[in-house]
Structures are given as C-alpha cells and as structure tokens.
C-alpha cells in the first residue's frame, strides 16, 4: 500500500477531501481485536458513532481503494436514509470508475437507493437488466436474478 | 511513510474529527516495515 496506493495524488486528495483517514498498527489494540484483524492491509469505513459500514482484506491500488471508499460511504447514506446522498456517491463510481471492481455493486445500490426512495419496483427490474448488460458475470447480476420475475 | 494522505493516527483524534466535520473514517490497519 505504501507503495503503489497512498502515494498516489488522486487517492490522497479524495482521502484529505471526504474522509477522515485513520492509520494505525496491525497491533494496535484493543482496537485490532475489536475490529476482526487477522491480517492486513484492512480497511474499514467508519461513522462517527463507531460504526462498520464497510470492510476488506488485501491489497488494493488507487483506482479501486478510492471506488471501494465511494461504497462504504454509500452504504453509511444507506444507513442514514438518505437516499439522494446514496445515489450521488454510487453514481460516482459508474461516472469515475466504471471498470473497478465495485462497479457492479454501484449499479446494485443505485437501483436499490431507488427503489427505497420512490418505492417503485420497476428500479430493481432495470438495474437487473443494466447488470445483465454490462457485468452479466458479476456475483451483484446474480444477485439481483429474484427480480427477473417482476413485471 | 510514502504517503500524501494526512493521516490521523490516533483513535480518538479520529473520531473527535468525524464528529465535528461530518465526516466518515477509513481506517488502514498496517505491518509496519
């Protein structure tokens, strides 16, 4: 990590900018062990109330460290049910990242962010066919395979 | 450290920044060496 990932400008400028980072020791306890570390590098993404709205072992360069962030923040939205916030950190991803490995799970949480706010199911139809399309081996096209039935 | 990342390094500091700015933490647990 100290190698390729947190030299890198982009990814430290959107770190300084939207996060807090936080470094700290593989040792460094209690809050090793109460993180669930068993090995690094490890990520977690954090609210202010202490609590995990992401997680990931092993290594991972700039351009899927900082999409990987854009989740756990957008998952820490999710929580707080704000839906617009959700959507706009996803579609971050998509416009930013779109060969990253966690741009199908963007695709996944967009529809979902847009089901929750509009309650219309149709959302959850569409983002299925747009990972069909685009990322039709991906585990997120799998699955969203139960809303293949909706009409 | 090779690193433009303004790193905190303490968990509380962290925190305290989180609170006050609204800001999420992503903490990199590391090997030193």
């Known amino acids: 990590m100290d190698a390729v990932t947190y030299p890198d400008p982009e990814l430290a400028a959107f770190f300084n900018r939207e996060v807090v980072p936080l470094r700290l020791a593989f040792d460094d306890q209690p809050l090793a062990e109460r993180m669930h570390l068993r090995f690094t590098p490890y990520f977690l993404l954090l609210d202010a109330q202490e609590r995990l709205h992401r997680r990931e072992l092993g290594f991972l360069p700039p351009g899927e460290l900082i999409p990987w962030t854009l989740l756990g923040l957008t998952a820490a939205a999710m929580y707080d049910r704000d839906w617009d916030q959700a959507q706009r950190l996803g579609q971050r991803v998509l416009d930013q990242y779109p060969s990253s490995f966690a741009a199908p799970e963007a695709v996944f949480l967009r529809g979902i962010n847009r089901f929750l706010a509009s309650q219309d199911r149709r959302h959850l139809k569409e983002l299925l066919e747009v990972l069909t399309e685009r990322y039709p081996r991906s585990i997120w096209t799998l699955k969203a395979q139960p809303w293949a039935k909706l009409k | ?33």
């Open chain 2, 1 to 33: 450290m090779n690193s433009n990342v303004a790193w905190e390094t303490d968990w509380n500091a962290a925190l305290a920044r989180a609170r006050g700015e609204g800001l999420r933490i992503l903490l990199s647990f590391h090997k030193p060496g």
